[in-house]
């Protein structure tokens, strides 16, 4: 059985406009110590979806069908309360050190230990302390910044940090949104590395969500590419990276410069996403998409199997 | 290009004000306030009337020929009378006439003072920076009620105007503060450096680019700046340091204490407390409901 | 640790912004119209007296060797005598800045305490009764005018149900006595200072409450608070753990910046009351023209905001950690 099986899930947000239809129909799976990855621009619902799993959306959003099976269990069906015990003791977050995500007022070494103690309440703060010494060796930071505050950390430092909490009660899965958005090339190459070592060495499960399709290849052995709200293709690494079949995967792949390879011109996507509030009723990247017919309108396109582990949301990117 | 800017912002203006006007309108509290606003307004029209109808009502010289001292409401005084038989409607009605003349006054100066000193200040920056603020610093320290106290002592009984005065030129500083730091984020914009470029003046960049960036906020201090100034004077008077020839609010108050009537004669304690309290809540509520207009942030959301 | 070296730093600031006010007092005591010596010289003294005291003072000098004499004057605590009680002035701001002290530093701290918690609840009850009722209550309580709230509850609480003595601080009874206890005298004071506390403390805890109540609001949007709802933490705990001390900061910095406003009202409720304090001293002192007493009331509040301001500039920095490392 798969860790993680999500199926058919949706999920919107009222507003004052309407009810905006952020994440529609998402179906997929990890299995244990596996990484898989989440590509697609600003709005197309990468975010929504880490939000959704952890149970964190805000108060003006909902889940509105599907099911998240975590362990066998469905998290939907699960009280407040039950959810509090779970977060981050089965599934935690690595959010971006660019966000304020370490309160600022407390130290550091007390924010880590203080997540230890609330899912391990027969431990002693000076355990929990101990504890937080050792995800510091293992992140890579110098203990002798325990008992800092986070504005004295550098950008990468935080960001260490905020893998050290993540990890702090063992989890089974851990989440990682823009992990590595605004920090400078080195350090983010240097986090990755780190994460994939991490990720082996502790034999963790990780959904990795980014703008950013370089990234994601690198570090997981799965990616799906969203597009306004929908998954529109699937598969492997190797297969979405050497292979795309999905016209917007395509052109992501060929909006990136590359350092190796033939040099080729860039092409950036015309045109915007579509309104979620009232989606087309045909395919979404109909609008954006060179290889359109006239069947992309009518109706909403279907899954096409390129390989057992490969599919794409096109009727026509076969042809 | 810089000398085009002007023009567009005044038009520009307009659509702002009017589009600001329609969000006021749905703040509850803005519109409480501005009614209540209007009403005191309405009160300080009215306050010529009385002596017009008849001299004994007027608030300062007006004695009721029969009454000789406070009694309570009744046809002929709709609040009652004072200790020396005057009727403290009219009273009340000149109140808000002085009331809205030293807020609005006292207002506009300090507003004036403290934007041009934060505009100058954060434009200028060094010395002329520094020794400004320095000097914002000394003057915020002080407290206004005990410093007109004192210069009351030195020379004298204060006029109205010279209260007036005083309390201006002691609460610029909290407004030129925000002034300046918003001149501050200004000055880093592209267009000024554009100005430049083109080879306007300091005082041209000022006055026309600057200015009328910030004067959106200096209206919104003025809101806050009028209950301050409305209340060092009641105060003042209050305590006995008003204009004696001037009724306000505070004044009343003064007689009421002074005279050992607050105990027996509520018409008379009441009215003016109310209505200093609520015209100070009126405009704290203007200036809330602007806050909201002019903050985008602070609007409701859906 | 820094925190010495900011003290440090905020102490010289004060000490030179009481000289710059000590020497635009003395500019202004001087060059205001009249003669300064009658202003420092009672002129029912014998003039033997006078002549011996403008000597002390200094007042026959030249004016910058007068301003040596000032600033000497005022370390040594030489203020000259009284008009009015005939005394020197330092005798009677002696025993009358304790009990302003009393009275300023209950009610802030009061009203403070108050006004963060009432605002932190209000902002967990957004847009119910409880936060509507208090909101408004606090935009009622803070646009009162203060001195007849003051009559207000002197009328109510004082002359009609005479709970409380209508002014004054103590009751001459107990204090001349000999054989009252300690606790008697404080417990008397206590009785007497209920009104006036209760009058400032009504006065000030709504602007603190308003402005912790939006502090909250705001604050629960930051990420911090977003990482601590994913780490499990209950509700309760991030409100008062997480958000709480973030958000009770800005009500620190406006505790400091009307601190000369709060002593605004601390003199007006002391004459109300006629509560012996500095704040009611220099109210009268000004209306007896007794230019000495008037004079170094008004210098010796002005050192109470400075020191006010210098603790809340502490307190400030001991709860932001950005401020000290």
Redesign the interface.
Same mark, same amino acid.
């Not at chain 1, 431990?123 to 937080?132: M, T």
């Not at chain 2, 004695?63 to 009273?91: A, C, E, N, Y």
């Given at each position: 059985m798969a860790l993680l099986e999500v199926e058919n899930l949706s999920i919107g947000y009222s507003t004052k406009k309407g009810f905006l239809k952020a994440v529609e129909g998402i179906s997929f799976s990890l299995d244990e110590g596996r990484s898989l990855g989440f590509v697609g621009e600003s709005g197309c619902g990468k975010t929504t979806l880490g939000m959704a799993l952890m149970g964190l959306l805000p108060p003006n959003g909902s889940v509105t069908g599907g099911k998240i099976i975590l362990e066998g269990e469905d998290l939907l069906e699960k009280s407040e309360d039950e959810m509090r015990k779970i977060r981050w003791k089965k599934i935690s977050m690595i959010f971006q050190a660019a966000m304020n995500a370490l309160n600022p007022v407390k130290r550091v070494h007390d924010q880590i230990a203080e997540a230890i103690l609330t899912h391990n309440p027969n431990l002693d703060k000076e355990q929990a302390l101990r504890r937080v010494a050792k995800l510091f060796q293992l992140v890579g930071l110098p203990e002798s910044r325990m008992r800092d505050y986070p504005h004295q950390y550098s950008g990468g430092m935080k960001q260490r940090a905020i893998i050290a909490m993540a990890l702090s009660c063992n989890p089974r899965l851990i989440i990682a949104d823009e992990p590595t958005t605004a920090l400078d090339v080195i350090v983010q190459h240097q986090i990755l590395e780190e994460t994939k070592n991490l990720q082996k060495e502790l034999e963790l499960s990780i959904i990795f969500i980014s703008h950013d399709i370089s990234i994601v290849a690198d570090v997981c052995d799965t990616i799906g590419i969203m597009y306004a709200g929908q998954l529109v293709e699937y598969g492997t690494r190797e297969e979405v990276f050497d292979t795309p079949m999905h016209y917007y995967t395509r052109a992501l792949i060929s909006s990136y410069p590359t350092l190796t390879g033939q040099r080729r011109e860039l092409l950036p996507i015309p045109g915007e996403s579509p309104n979620l509030i009232e989606p087309p009723l045909g395919c979404r990247f109909c609008d954006r998409c060179d290889g359109s017919g006239d069947s992309c309108k009518i109706g909403p396109p279907e899954w096409v199997d390129i390989t057992p582990t490969h599919r794409a949301l096109c009727g026509l990117c076969l042809k | 290009m810089a000398e085009a800017k002007p023009q567009r912002i005044k038009i520009h203006w307009i659509a702002q004000f009017q589009e600001g006007w329609s969000i006021y309108k749905q703040n509850i509290l803005g519109k409480i306030g501005l009614t209540l606003l209007v009403i005191f307004a309405l009160m300080a029209l009215f306050s010529f009337l009385p002596p017009l109808i008849d001299p004994m009502y007027h608030p300062m010289t007006g004695v009721d020929p029969v009454i000789s001292s406070s009694t309570g409401p009744s046809l002929k005084h709709w609040l009652g009378t004072d200790f020396m038989g005057r009727d403290i409607l009219s009273q009340l009605l000149a109140g808000a006439r002085v009331a809205f003349m030293v807020g609005v006054s006292a207002a506009f100066m300090s507003i004036f003072l403290g934007t041009a000193i934060g505009m100058i200040s954060g434009y200028m920056g060094k010395f002329v920076d520094t020794f400004l603020m320095r000097l914002a =610093? %000394?003057i915020? %320290?002080?407290? $206004?009620? #005990?410093v007109t #106290? *004192?210069? &009351? &002592?030195?020379?004298g009984q204060l006029s109205i105007w010279a209260i007036v005065l005083v309390i201006a030129l002691f609460r610029w500083p909290g407004v030129s503060r925000v002034i300046r730091a918003q001149t501050l984020s200004l000055k880093q914009r592209p267009f000024i450096e554009a100005a430049k470029v083109a080879g306007a003046s300091h005082v041209r960049i000022i006055f026309r680019h600057i200015m009328p960036n910030v004067l959106p906020l200096s209206f919104l201090y003025m809101t806050f700046r009028v209950?301050s100034a409305i $209340? *060092?004077e &009641? &105060?003042l008077a209050? #305590?006995?340091?008003g204009d004696p020839s001037t009724v306000s609010w505070g004044m009343m #108050?003064q007689w %009421?204490?002074k005279t050992g009537h607050?105990?027996k004669a509520p018409y008379w304690?009441l009215p003016?407390?109310i209505c200093?309290?609520?015209i $100070?809540?009126s405009f704290?509520?203007l200036g809330r409901a602007m806050d909201e207009v002019l903050d985008p942030r602070l609007r409701r =959301?859906? | 640790m820094d925190l010495w070296r900011y003290i440090g730093r905020r102490l010289a600031q004060i000490v030179i912004i009481f000289f710059v006010i000590l020497t635009v007092l003395f500019l202004v005591f001087r060059l205001a119209p009249g003669d300064p010596i009658t202003r420092m010289v009672d002129p029912d003294m014998t003039p033997e007296d006078a002549a011996l005291l403008i000597a002390q003072l200094g007042l026959d000098q030249p004016l910058h060797i007068q301003y040596i004499y000032y600033v000497k004057n005022f370390f040594a605590g030489q203020f000259g005598d009284s008009f009015h009680y005939g005394q020197p002035v330092l005798d009677i701001i002696k025993h009358r800045l304790p009990n302003t002290i009393l009275l300023f530093t209950t009610s802030i701290i009061l009203s403070a305490l108050v006004g963060v918690f009432l605002g932190k609840i209000a902002s967990w009850h957004k847009g119910k009764k409880t936060d509507t009722g208090m909101t408004i209550g606090a935009l009622v309580t803070h646009t009162l005018f203060l001195p007849w709230l003051a009559l207000l509850l002197i009328w109510i609480f004082a002359y009609k149900m005479g709970w409380f003595p209508i002014t004054g601080m103590v009751s001459e009874d107990i204090w001349l006595d000999p054989t009252s206890q300690f606790w008697q005298k404080a417990l008397d004071v206590g009785h007497h200072l209920v009104l006036p506390l209760g009058t400032l403390f009504l006065f000030h805890f709504g602007s603190y409450l308003l402005i912790m109540r939006s502090s909250m609001l705001e604050t629960l949007k930051e990420d911090y608070i977003l990482t601590a709802r994913a780490k499990g933490l209950t509700e309760k705990v991030i409100r008062n753990r997480h958000a709480a001390p973030n958000a009770a900061l800005p009500v620190v910095t406006t505790v400091g910046l009307s601190l000369a406003f709060s002593i605004n009202g601390g003199a007006l409720t002391e004459t109300v009351f006629t509560w012996p304090g500095i704040g009611r001293e220099l109210v009268f002192s000004v209306s007896q023209n007794d230019y000495p007493l008037a004079q170094a009331t008004f210098l010796l509040i002005t050192l109470v905001v400075l020191v006010s301001n210098l603790v809340v500039d502490v307190l400030y920095a001991y709860l932001d950690p950005r401020i000290r490392y």
């Amino acid at each position: 059985m798969a860790l993680l099986e999500v199926e058919n899930l949706s999920i919107g947000y009222s507003t004052k406009k309407g009810f905006l239809k952020a994440v529609e129909g998402i179906s997929f799976s990890l299995d244990e110590g596996r990484s898989l990855g989440f590509v697609g621009e600003s709005g197309c619902g990468k975010t929504t979806l880490g939000m959704a799993l952890m149970g964190l959306l805000p108060p003006n959003g909902s889940v509105t069908g599907g099911k998240i099976i975590l362990e066998g269990e469905d998290l939907l069906e699960k009280s407040e309360d039950e959810m509090r015990k779970i977060r981050w003791k089965k599934i935690s977050m690595i959010f971006q050190a660019a966000m304020n995500a370490l309160n600022p007022v407390k130290r550091v070494h007390d924010q880590i230990a203080e997540a230890i103690l609330t899912h391990n309440p027969n431990l002693d703060k000076e355990q929990a302390l101990r504890r937080v010494a050792k995800l510091f060796q293992l992140v890579g930071l110098p203990e002798s910044r325990m008992r800092d505050y986070p504005h004295q950390y550098s950008g990468g430092m935080k960001q260490r940090a905020i893998i050290a909490m993540a990890l702090s009660c063992n989890p089974r899965l851990i989440i990682a949104d823009e992990p590595t958005t605004a920090l400078d090339v080195i350090v983010q190459h240097q986090i990755l590395e780190e994460t994939k070592n991490l990720q082996k060495e502790l034999e963790l499960s990780i959904i990795f969500i980014s703008h950013d399709i370089s990234i994601v290849a690198d570090v997981c052995d799965t990616i799906g590419i969203m597009y306004a709200g929908q998954l529109v293709e699937y598969g492997t690494r190797e297969e979405v990276f050497d292979t795309p079949m999905h016209y917007y995967t395509r052109a992501l792949i060929s909006s990136y410069p590359t350092l190796t390879g033939q040099r080729r011109e860039l092409l950036p996507i015309p045109g915007e996403s579509p309104n979620l509030i009232e989606p087309p009723l045909g395919c979404r990247f109909c609008d954006r998409c060179d290889g359109s017919g006239d069947s992309c309108k009518i109706g909403p396109p279907e899954w096409v199997d390129i390989t057992p582990t490969h599919r794409a949301l096109c009727g026509l990117c076969l042809k | 290009m810089a000398e085009a800017k002007p023009q567009r912002i005044k038009i520009h203006w307009i659509a702002q004000f009017q589009e600001g006007w329609s969000i006021y309108k749905q703040n509850i509290l803005g519109k409480i306030g501005l009614t209540l606003l209007v009403i005191f307004a309405l009160m300080a029209l009215f306050s010529f009337l009385p002596p017009l109808i008849d001299p004994m009502y007027h608030p300062m010289t007006g004695v009721d020929p029969v009454i000789s001292s406070s009694t309570g409401p009744s046809l002929k005084h709709w609040l009652g009378t004072d200790f020396m038989g005057r009727d403290i409607l009219s009273q009340l009605l000149a109140g808000a006439r002085v009331a809205f003349m030293v807020g609005v006054s006292a207002a506009f100066m300090s507003i004036f003072l403290g934007t041009a000193i934060g505009m100058i200040s954060g434009y200028m920056g060094k010395f002329v920076d520094t020794f400004l603020m320095r000097l914002a =610093e %000394v003057i915020m %320290v002080m407290p $206004t009620l #005990l410093v007109t #106290l *004192i210069l &009351a &002592a030195l020379f004298g009984q204060l006029s109205i105007w010279a209260i007036v005065l005083v309390i201006a030129l002691f609460r610029w500083p909290g407004v030129s503060r925000v002034i300046r730091a918003q001149t501050l984020s200004l000055k880093q914009r592209p267009f000024i450096e554009a100005a430049k470029v083109a080879g306007a003046s300091h005082v041209r960049i000022i006055f026309r680019h600057i200015m009328p960036n910030v004067l959106p906020l200096s209206f919104l201090y003025m809101t806050f700046r009028v209950t301050s100034a409305i $209340t *060092i004077e &009641a &105060a003042l008077a209050f #305590l006995g340091f008003g204009d004696p020839s001037t009724v306000s609010w505070g004044m009343m #108050l003064q007689w %009421v204490w002074k005279t050992g009537h607050m105990f027996k004669a509520p018409y008379w304690l009441l009215p003016p407390g109310i209505c200093i309290s609520l015209i $100070t809540l009126s405009f704290y509520m203007l200036g809330r409901a602007m806050d909201e207009v002019l903050d985008p942030r602070l609007r409701r =959301e859906g | 640790m820094d925190l010495w070296r900011y003290i440090g730093r905020r102490l010289a600031q004060i000490v030179i912004i009481f000289f710059v006010i000590l020497t635009v007092l003395f500019l202004v005591f001087r060059l205001a119209p009249g003669d300064p010596i009658t202003r420092m010289v009672d002129p029912d003294m014998t003039p033997e007296d006078a002549a011996l005291l403008i000597a002390q003072l200094g007042l026959d000098q030249p004016l910058h060797i007068q301003y040596i004499y000032y600033v000497k004057n005022f370390f040594a605590g030489q203020f000259g005598d009284s008009f009015h009680y005939g005394q020197p002035v330092l005798d009677i701001i002696k025993h009358r800045l304790p009990n302003t002290i009393l009275l300023f530093t209950t009610s802030i701290i009061l009203s403070a305490l108050v006004g963060v918690f009432l605002g932190k609840i209000a902002s967990w009850h957004k847009g119910k009764k409880t936060d509507t009722g208090m909101t408004i209550g606090a935009l009622v309580t803070h646009t009162l005018f203060l001195p007849w709230l003051a009559l207000l509850l002197i009328w109510i609480f004082a002359y009609k149900m005479g709970w409380f003595p209508i002014t004054g601080m103590v009751s001459e009874d107990i204090w001349l006595d000999p054989t009252s206890q300690f606790w008697q005298k404080a417990l008397d004071v206590g009785h007497h200072l209920v009104l006036p506390l209760g009058t400032l403390f009504l006065f000030h805890f709504g602007s603190y409450l308003l402005i912790m109540r939006s502090s909250m609001l705001e604050t629960l949007k930051e990420d911090y608070i977003l990482t601590a709802r994913a780490k499990g933490l209950t509700e309760k705990v991030i409100r008062n753990r997480h958000a709480a001390p973030n958000a009770a900061l800005p009500v620190v910095t406006t505790v400091g910046l009307s601190l000369a406003f709060s002593i605004n009202g601390g003199a007006l409720t002391e004459t109300v009351f006629t509560w012996p304090g500095i704040g009611r001293e220099l109210v009268f002192s000004v209306s007896q023209n007794d230019y000495p007493l008037a004079q170094a009331t008004f210098l010796l509040i002005t050192l109470v905001v400075l020191v006010s301001n210098l603790v809340v500039d502490v307190l400030y920095a001991y709860l932001d950690p950005r401020i000290r490392y």
